[in-house]
């Protein structure tokens, strides 16, 4: 410490100032919001503005993926579109179904019972446990096309990304047990095609079930006034079954 200042009298000083903060608790808190200020928030803005890249890449690959596949589908019955919604969000059109892909604009720290605390990874620093979220949600493309407000749409995964851009997802068939390992998980071109892909597979392979004949035994005269236009039932792909509740890999 003696070696860093150039004589006595700016060491004093530099004391003075410490012993001064010390017994202050005014200062204390200041230098502690300085402190939060410097690291945790740049942090967090670090994080924000790295998920907005990758996020991009998300976009470009979800077109660049429904391109591909429209070489092949000459169908024009068969939906492969996508629609950019913005800096935050993109919505892709494939066959009967609508993958709505969401950048949150807040930054999460995982809860403390989460079990990857107690791994080596974020053992080493707390940081790596702050993470921007990309949500991939499933709707019926009719639900969206007809403005049907009341259809119900399911959360089939979620992509956690850190400052180091290191990476895991939770979700549904595939999504759900492939990209589970942080610490050696890191974003890349390859990878986020490769989550496009599932997420595209994982919606054609969920079928549309036909709801319980109770379900639409008793219906109102303004649904039935309104069914020319468009039918005002709640539809989803798992209707009448679990919807918000299931909890299966099926789903």
């Not at 059109?93 to 950048?103: A, I, P, Q, R």
Request: charged share 25%.
């Amino acid at each position: 410490m003696h070696g860093f200042f150039k004589n006595n009298a700016i060491k004093r000083k530099f004391d003075k100032n410490r012993n001064k903060m010390a017994k202050d608790p005014i200062e204390q808190n200041r230098a502690q919001l300085v402190d939060l200020l410097m690291h945790k928030s740049s942090l967090k803005q670090d994080i924000a503005d790295d998920s907005e890249k990758v996020f991009e890449k998300l976009k470009s690959m979800v077109i660049s993926e429904i391109t591909e596949l429209k070489k092949s589908i000459k169908d024009p019955r068969v939906r492969l579109s996508y629609q950019d919604k913005g800096k935050f969000e993109i919505h892709a059109y494939v066959g009967s179904d609508v993958l709505v892909f969401n950048l949150h604009q807040n930054v999460f720290r995982l809860p403390d019972h989460n079990p990857l605390w107690g791994t080596a990874y974020f053992k080493k620093d707390q940081n790596n446990g702050y993470f921007s979220t990309i949500h991939i949600f499933n709707f019926l493309a009719e639900s969206i096309l007809q403005n049907r407000m009341e259809d119900a749409g399911y959360l089939i995964g979620r992509l956690f990304m850190n400052h180091e851009q290191h990476f895991l997802i939770e979700g549904k068939g595939a999504l759900g047990f492939m990209f589970r390992d942080p610490q050696n998980m890191v974003i890349s071109d390859e990878a986020i095609r490769l989550i496009v892909q599932l997420s595209f597979a994982h919606v054609l392979e969920f079928d549309l079930y036909i709801p319980p004949f109770e379900y639409l035994s008793e219906i109102s005269v303004a649904q039935i006034q309104m069914m020319g236009e468009s039918l005002k039932l709640q539809t989803a792909k798992r209707l009448g079954f679990k919807m918000k509740h299931e909890d299966t890999e099926n789903y």
